[in-house]
């Protein structure tokens, strides 16, 4: 099962969504190629690494309300390859400067359609609020994030539900408050929409 990492930030190599995909790829157990598609000079790669690939995983920032005009530019691009992205995956980690998921859903729902356009099987898209800051702080300040992250790849590896591994340990985030009103809501939100693939 090949994967194919595609960085959507405009920022690069200099990005938080590098700093998580990389988070991924350790969680997959191999150290891979993080592609970014932040000029138009590198779609080419990206594309002929996307359709060399059985999984393609791309990490998204929520750039005013929606993704980065690059990553627009490259799915009209990919778009023309359709007969052999056929049946492939695809999958999105949107991640976004406001703390709270619901401004992502709309991309989100953007990205499902964009999905079935090319005739490739969706994985679920997670989300994850509050990304700024990732790339500045020291790993050991946002162990727990990574390993939530790193799940992503485990799950890709071993064919389990990206969303559902994310949020089980993202859940530890919520075992070490002391308030437990914290935990008992982000369950039920979590049980009341897990079946939507929504992150609360
Ligand atoms: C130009 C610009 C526009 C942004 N627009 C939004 C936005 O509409 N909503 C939001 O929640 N965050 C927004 N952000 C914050 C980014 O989503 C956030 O900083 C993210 O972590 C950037 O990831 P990156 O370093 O991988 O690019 C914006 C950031 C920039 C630089």
Same mark, same amino acid.
């Given at each position: 099962m090949k994967l194919t990492l595609l960085n959507g930030s405009p920022r690069g190599e200099k990005s938080n969504s590098q700093v998580m995909l990389k988070w991924l790829s350790d969680g997959y157990g191999e150290?891979?190629?993080?592609?970014?598609?932040?000029?138009? !000079?590198?779609?080419?790669?990206?594309?002929?690494?996307?359709?060399?690939?059985? @999984?393609?995983?791309?990490? @998204?920032?929520?750039?005013?309300?929606?993704?980065?005009? !690059?990553v627009m530019k490259f799915f009209e691009e990919?778009? !023309?390859?359709?007969?052999?992205?056929?049946?492939?995956?695809?999958?999105?980690?949107?991640?976004s400067g406001f703390p709270e998921g619901y401004h992502s859903y709309a991309l989100r729902a953007v990205l499902e359609s964009i999905a079935d356009e090319l005739g490739m099987e969706h994985l679920r898209t997670v989300i994850?609020?509050?990304?700024?800051?990732?790339?500045l702080m020291p790993e050991n300040f946002q162990k727990k994030e990574?390993?939530?992250?790193?799940?992503?790849?485990?799950?890709?590896?071993?064919?389990?539900? @990206?969303l559902m591994m994310y949020l089980i340990h993202l859940l530890s985030l919520f075992t070490c408050q002391? !308030?437990?009103?914290?935990?008992?809501?982000?369950?039920?939100?979590?049980?009341?929409?897990?079946?939507?693939? @929504?992150?609360?």
């Open positions: 150290e891979l190629p993080i592609l970014n598609i932040n000029t138009v !000079q590198k779609h080419k790669a990206a594309i002929l690494a996307s359709l060399d690939a059985d @999984i393609i995983y791309m990490a @998204i920032p929520l750039y005013f309300d929606s993704m980065p005009g !690059q990919l778009s !023309q390859y359709k007969v052999q992205l056929n049946g492939k995956k695809i999958g999105f980690l949107v991640h994850r609020g509050g990304s700024e800051g990732t790339r990574a390993k939530a992250i790193r799940q992503i790849g485990k799950a890709i590896k071993s064919g389990h539900d @990206i002391r !308030q437990n009103r914290y935990r008992l809501s982000f369950l039920a939100c979590l049980v009341s929409r897990m079946h939507t693939g @929504i992150h609360c």
